[in-house]
């Protein structure tokens, strides 16, 4: 008898109703939280993520991993990518932004929910963020860098936006045709993608 251990990791994509909808505060650090998370950050692994919000995953909760490299620390490094980056992967449970900075800067992103579509997005270079740890540690701190971006980019997730939701008229003109694909097919496979984990 042959035991098949495989198992799938599934995420949600650009047209599912739970990426478009505001997640729920978490209100208790229970075992079932402490196991999403768990899933999640092997999701993020698997999926080679830098980031993923629960939505993704398809739970709307307020909750985020980060697995931001460390080698992308600024040259100046901001206190937020002193202190996190070397605490990744990092589990946020209801993260929210408490400030951002008028400087802003452009650079592309993608996201595990848009396979394969890069487009350029304006955002605040720096963001002070406030959020609890799995650990339940609290923490308010500066983030730039891609810290900073990828954080905008996860909270953006937990109150339903994609950054598609954020490019400018010439970016969104130029990735419009492949988002429409991309809907096209994600209707026919549910709005899922999964891989096969052992
Ligand atoms: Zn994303």
Redesign the pocket.
Same mark, same amino acid.
């Given at each position: 008898m042959i035991f098949n251990s495989k198992r799938q990791i599934t995420l949600r994509t650009l047209g599912d109703k739970v990426l478009a909808g505001t997640a729920a505060p978490i209100l208790n650090v229970d075992a079932d939280i402490v196991r999403l998370a768990r899933e999640m950050i092997e999701a993020t692994v698997v999926f080679n993520g830098i980031?993923l919000?629960a939505p993704?995953y398809g739970i709307s909760k307020r909750m985020v991993v980060l697995d931001v490299p460390a080698e992308s620390m600024s040259e100046v490094p901001t206190p937020g990518e002193e202190q996190l980056l070397p605490r990744m992967p990092l589990v946020l449970i209801n993260p929210e932004i408490l400030s951002y900075s008028t400087n802003t800067s452009i650079h592309d992103e993608g $996201?595990?929910?848009?396979p394969d579509i890069y487009a350029p997005v304006e955002r605040p270079e720096k963001v002070v963020l406030r959020s609890m740890t799995l650990d339940g540690d609290m923490i308010e701190c500066e983030c730039g860098g891609l810290l900073g971006r990828c954080i905008q980019?996860?909270l953006d997730?937990l109150d339903g936006k $994609?950054?598609t939701d954020r490019l400018s008229p010439e970016a969104a003109r130029e990735v419009a045709g492949e988002i429409k694909r991309l809907l096209r097919y994600g209707e026919k496979k549910s709005f899922m993608r999964t891989k096969s984990v052992k």
């Open positions: 980031g919000a993704q $996201c595990l929910s848009v980019h996860e997730h $994609c950054f």
